[in-house]
């Protein structure tokens, strides 16, 4: 792809245009997908000193024009296998971020909201989703300097799989660890209540750990699961039925990361999800899960 950015002394001004290529786990990476994405952005910075602020308004358009391809939607097996039209879909919105510096600590607000338009196939798509998220560094604790984080994101669902209408919000190409870091969600179909607490004890040592409340946002719609596309004949992202439920798991988790030096960082991570009604309907022996790893990172 192609990417152009323009700064000014206040404002950013950035453009791609792109074309994914094979990925995950494919070996032979360089085929491109025959998949289109167009992004500009205008951002802007506002505030000094104890108060900053910055916003953005951005729009993407999103074209998958391969062939054979089975969408993921909550249609029946028949009606999703009869529709071989594209999928266009416009996404525009913005965010909001500010920090300031108050006599209690440093406070910062985070908000972000999308809406899409466009077709789902046959169907027609609108679709949104947001986020609002606030933390609070509390003054009179240095020895582990606490961040005290918390929000909701939302993610539409479709409320009617046999009308014209597409109303799940598509994430397009996402990476889910970085939200998920048990990666069993995403932002389609979902709602995400989460807490979370930083610890840092010293510049080369941090602690973090987050709770999610996870429900589905419509009960006729699936649970989605995935990362988008990264090969020619797979969607990229896995549906599995609600079976007319909303809760999905409580996840709570776990990590610490500890700096060596410029080269090399060590990470321990620990998570466990609590399933609720949707994963006990599908796995009724056990709807839990757990992931844990260890890891090391060598920068050269």
């Known amino acids: 792809g192609v990417q152009y950015a323009l700064n000014s002394r206040k404002l950013n001004f950035t453009f791609l245009a792109a074309r994914p290529t094979d990925g995950v786990f494919q070996v032979d990476v360089w085929r491109d997908l025959d998949i289109n994405v167009f992004y500009g952005a205008l951002t802007g910075q506002a505030g000094t000193g104890t108060s900053a602020a910055e916003w953005r308004a951005f729009g993407i358009g999103y074209r998958d ?31 909001y971020l500010r920090t300031a510096q108050t006599s209690q600590g440093a406070v910062d ?15 027609d798509h ?12 509390p003054k009179g604790l240095k020895r582990v300097a606490p961040w005290f984080r918390g929000g909701y994101n939302y993610g539409s669902g479709d409320r009617n799989p046999t009308d014209t209408r597409h109303g799940t919000f598509f994430q397009l190409l996402p990476t889910p660890r970085i939200y998920a870091r048990v990666p069993f969600f995403n932002m389609m179909n979902n709602g995400d209540a989460f807490g979370e607490v930083i610890l ?26 995935g990362g988008g596309a990264f090969q020619p004949g797979t969607f990229g992202f896995v549906g599995r039925p609600s079976n007319g439920h909303t809760g999905l798991a409580t996840l709570y988790d776990v990590s610490g990361d500890y700096r060596v030096n410029g080269y090399a960082s060590f990470t321990v991570y620990y998570g466990f999800a ?5 994963t006990e309907a599908i796995y009724p022996a056990r709807g839990d899960a757990s992931l844990g790893y260890a890891e090391l990172t060598l920068r050269f």
Do not use: C, M
């Open 274 to 278: 609590a399933g609720r009604p949707v």
């Open 200 to 225: 840092r004890p010293s510049g080369k040592f941090n602690i973090r750990t987050d709770v999610h409340l996870l429900r589905l946002a419509s009960n006729d719609d699936l649970w989605y699961v």
């Open 126 to 137: 609108r679709a949104g989703a947001f986020a609002a998220e606030a933390g609070w560094q």
């Open 109 to 123: 607000l985070l908000l972000w909201g999308a809406l899409q338009t466009g077709s789902w196939g046959t169907l």
């Open 65 to 95: 024009y391969r062939d054979g391809v089975l969408k993921t939607d909550n249609r029946s097996a028949a009606a999703r296998s009869a529709d071989h039209e594209r999928i266009n879909i416009g996404t525009f919105g913005g965010h």
